[in-house]
């Protein structure tokens, strides 16, 4: 309270005050106080404009932004209401539309405001009658709004606007949606700020700028700078809420939750491990070799004690058996048949076995080549991968890297992009397209690679597409300069669009969602080379493997008949 009442007229009001649980604070005029614009709890002033340098204290209001929504002013004078005192004592008072001023006569009650700061002041007579009730006075206040819910029309104001055209030689219109994924947040968010300015009856004039923003030194150049400037008013756009920027401007409301990741294709299993091993498990795989073994072993002994009976086992040798099991794996069978029924039975057993096996097989290995590989699961696998990466080029494509706490994302960026310099940065459609056909990961805005990926990417290539968040981006506001006097009418406004659907149904229009994987068996798949190199492997191994046993086997027959030529030359000298 800022007063110049007598000791008696004071103490009384004190009184009173703490009877119905108030708290006073009699400021002195002679040493104006700070009132900060913004606390974190709201404070109630009640000034008598008959008092000395009451106006060098409406001026330090007006100076700091204290005429806003945290503070609600009683200003009193004695006389009956006039507006032309009242207009006198507020002549160079910045009463925006946020401000909740009342001016306090002994025959009316009048609220006060501005448009405009350069504008004359607008007032509501409240219709309060003098000799009201305690209980009507109290009613009165309870259904009073706020300040901000009864200031809806700002008389066709002009203010000052900016938006972001960052690629202008694309830039085909606001509703365009053939290149959303170029400038998304500006196009997302006009048309919100057009239903703000019809709701609220105000146009704006807007300026075209094509950076948002960076810090250098304290200034800042871009859309950021025009608000550090005090050039512009509204911002027609979302921005990242930061704190470097917030030393400058102030934002509205929260439009969207703006992810990045790091989008790629997983790799196909073959490219990270041996697809022929994989369709059976450890464990069936040891059936499988356990069972060869025994029927190769079980003909072995066949073979040993009933060649009477049976010259063709004679030929089942150790060697022959376990060619027999090879090529019963294989699906080849045996070139001889046996006479013995049991022989036969182990043979036909085998060959039974080795169908069903191949049968299982065959159709597992068909889909692992069909389905990508999960080897890439975390930031800690992508650093550790082949893959080469980038990152969309945009404001603050280095800056949350830099940024980064964890361990590992600073890794990444270390191993991974800091070496390709200005090279890891790309467009949206040059890094999905790489993407699209190699081993590639791009950090990019999911939204803006979404548009990309759903008219780029066939049905099976969507099906492969994994993301991995490197670093958690802030939520998008719609920025405003710093104590504006608009802000918390927007701020309402936007919210009264959240609640009823209007943002949510511009997010679905311009921000793309993650493409279906409605087909991931569909269509057509090459085998490749990577997938057939462990068979080419075995091949190139195998060969190897009879050119030294041939040459062993010559040197050995060489060593041989040299051994057996020096024996008969020995004989005959005797």
């Given at each position: 309270?800022?007063?110049?009442?007598?000791?008696?007229?004071?103490?009384?009001?004190?009184?009173?005050?703490?009877?119905w649980?108030?708290?006073?604070?009699?400021?002195?005029?002679?040493?104006?106080?700070?009132?900060?614009?913004?606390?974190?709890?709201?404070?109630?002033?009640?000034?008598?404009?008959?008092?000395?340098?009451?106006?060098?204290?409406?001026?330090?209001?007006?100076?700091?932004?204290?005429?806003?929504?945290?503070?609600?002013?009683?200003?009193?004078?004695?006389?009956?209401?006039?507006?032309?005192?009242?207009?006198?004592?507020?002549l160079?008072?910045?009463?925006?539309?946020?401000?909740?001023?009342?001016?306090?006569?002994?025959?009316?009650?009048?609220d006060?405001?501005?448009?405009?700061?350069?504008?004359?002041?607008v007032?509501?007579?409240?219709?309060?009658?003098?000799?009201?009730?305690?209980?009507?006075?109290?009613?009165?206040?309870?259904?009073?709004?706020?300040?901000?819910?009864?200031?809806?029309?700002?008389?066709?104001?002009?203010?000052?606007?900016?938006?972001?055209?960052?690629?202008?030689?694309?830039?085909?219109?606001?509703?365009?949606?053939?290149?959303?994924?170029?400038?998304t947040?500006?196009?997302?968010?006009?048309?919100?700020?057009?239903?703000?300015?019809?709701?609220?009856?105000?146009?704006?004039?807007?300026?075209?700028?094509?950076?948002?923003?960076?810090?250098?030194?304290?200034?800042?150049?871009?859309?950021?700078?025009?608000?550090?400037h005090?050039?512009?008013?509204?911002?027609?756009?979302?921005?990242?809420i930061?704190?470097?920027?917030?030393?400058?401007?102030?934002?509205?409301?929260?439009?969207?939750e703006?992810?990045?990741?790091?989008?790629?294709?997983?790799?196909?299993q073959?490219?990270v491990?041996?697809?022929?091993?994989?369709?059976?498990?450890?464990?069936?795989?040891?059936a499988?070799?356990?069972?060869?073994?025994?029927?190769?072993?079980?003909?072995?002994?066949?073979?040993?004690?009933?060649?009477?009976?049976?010259?063709?086992?004679?030929?089942?040798?150790?060697?022959?058996?376990f060619?027999?099991?090879?090529?019963?794996?294989?699906?080849?069978?045996?070139?001889?048949?046996?006479?013995?029924?049991?022989?036969?039975?182990?043979?036909?057993?085998a060959?039974?076995?080795?169908?069903?096996?191949?049968t299982?097989?065959?159709?597992?290995?068909?889909?692992?080549?069909?389905?990508?590989?999960?080897?890439?699961?975390?930031?800690?696998?992508?650093?550790?991968s082949?893959?080469?990466?980038?990152?969309?080029?945009?404001?603050?494509?280095r800056?949350?890297?830099?940024?980064?706490?964890?361990?590992?994302?600073?890794?990444?960026?270390?191993?991974?992009?800091?070496?390709?310099g200005?090279?890891?940065?790309?467009?949206?459609?040059e890094?999905?397209?790489?993407?699209?056909?190699?081993?590639?990961?791009?950090?990019?805005e999911?939204?803006?690679?979404?548009?990309?990926?759903?008219?780029?990417?066939?049905?099976?290539?969507?099906?492969?597409?994994?993301?991995?968040?490197?670093?958690?981006?802030?939520?998008?506001?719609?920025?405003?300069?710093?104590?504006?006097?608009?802000?918390?009418?927007?701020?309402?406004?936007?919210?009264?669009?959240?609640?009823?659907?209007?943002?949510?149904?511009?997010?679905?229009?311009?921000?793309?969602?993650?493409p279906?994987?409605?087909?991931?068996?569909?269509?057509?798949?090459?085998?490749?080379?990577?997938?057939?190199?462990?068979?080419?492997?075995v091949?190139?191994?195998?060969?190897?493997?009879?050119?030294?046993?041939?040459?062993?086997?010559?040197?050995?027959?060489?060593?041989?008949?040299?051994?057996n030529?020096?024996?008969?030359?020995?004989?005959?000298?005797?």
């Amino acid at each position: 309270m800022f007063l110049c009442w007598s000791p008696v007229d004071l103490l009384e009001l004190h009184r009173k005050a703490s009877q119905w649980g108030f708290r006073l604070r009699v400021g002195d005029l002679e040493k104006l106080p700070e009132l900060p614009a913004y606390d974190v709890y709201r404070e109630g002033v009640f000034l008598d404009v008959n008092c000395y340098n009451i106006d060098q204290l409406l001026i330090q209001a007006s100076s700091t932004r204290a005429f806003n929504h945290r503070y609600t002013w009683l200003l009193s004078h004695d006389s009956p209401y006039n507006i032309s005192t009242m207009e006198n004592h507020l002549l160079n008072s910045n009463i925006l539309p946020d401000a909740d001023v009342t001016w306090s006569t002994p025959d009316a009650l009048v609220d006060v405001y501005r448009i405009k700061a350069d504008q004359s002041l607008v007032t509501t007579y409240l219709g309060l009658n003098k000799n009201i009730g305690l209980k009507e006075l109290e009613t009165f206040w309870a259904q009073q709004q706020t300040a901000v819910t009864r200031r809806k029309d700002l008389k066709n104001v002009f203010l000052k606007s900016a938006t972001i055209i960052s690629q202008p030689q694309h830039f085909k219109g606001w509703s365009d949606l053939t290149t959303r994924h170029i400038d998304t947040f500006p196009k997302f968010t006009y048309p919100l700020l057009n239903l703000c300015a019809e709701d609220l009856h105000f146009r704006h004039n807007m300026m075209q700028v094509d950076l948002y923003g960076e810090d250098h030194n304290g200034t800042f150049n871009g859309l950021v700078g025009l608000f550090q400037h005090n050039d512009t008013e509204i911002g027609i756009t979302s921005m990242f809420i930061r704190e470097d920027r917030m030393k400058v401007l102030h934002y509205c409301s929260e439009t969207a939750e703006l992810r990045g990741a790091f989008m790629f294709r997983q790799p196909s299993q073959s490219a990270v491990s041996n697809v022929f091993v994989l369709p059976f498990s450890r464990g069936v795989w040891t059936a499988i070799f356990a069972l060869t073994t025994v029927m190769a072993a079980l003909l072995t002994v066949l073979g040993y004690r009933l060649q009477q009976t049976d010259p063709e086992l004679a030929l089942l040798t150790p060697f022959e058996a376990f060619t027999f099991a090879i090529g019963t794996v294989c699906q080849q069978g045996f070139y001889r048949t046996p006479n013995l029924a049991s022989a036969r039975l182990v043979i036909f057993c085998a060959l039974m076995m080795a169908l069903f096996t191949f049968t299982a097989y065959s159709a597992k290995i068909v889909v692992i080549l069909q389905t990508p590989s999960d080897a890439i699961q975390t930031i800690a696998d992508l650093a550790r991968s082949p893959m080469s990466m980038g990152v969309q080029d945009t404001t603050y494509k280095r800056v949350y890297f830099a940024e980064s706490t964890d361990s590992v994302t600073q890794q990444l960026y270390k191993r991974k992009l800091l070496p390709l310099g200005e090279r890891a940065y790309l467009s949206v459609v040059e890094g999905i397209e790489r993407m699209r056909t190699g081993l590639f990961a791009f950090q990019v805005e999911q939204s803006s690679g979404y548009d990309i990926i759903s008219r780029t990417f066939t049905e099976r290539e969507k099906c492969g597409l994994k993301e991995v968040e490197a670093f958690r981006l802030p939520m998008v506001s719609v920025p405003i300069r710093k104590h504006s006097g608009y802000r918390d009418l927007l701020a309402s406004r936007l919210r009264w669009q959240r609640e009823v659907g209007l943002i949510g149904h511009e997010r679905r229009h311009w921000l793309a969602e993650r493409p279906r994987c409605d087909a991931s068996s569909a269509g057509f798949l090459s085998v490749g080379i990577t997938d057939l190199l462990p068979a080419f492997q075995v091949l190139c191994g195998g060969a190897l493997l009879a050119v030294l046993l041939l040459l062993a086997e010559i040197l050995a027959f060489r060593i041989k008949r040299t051994v057996n030529t020096q024996r008969l030359y020995g004989k005959r000298q005797r």
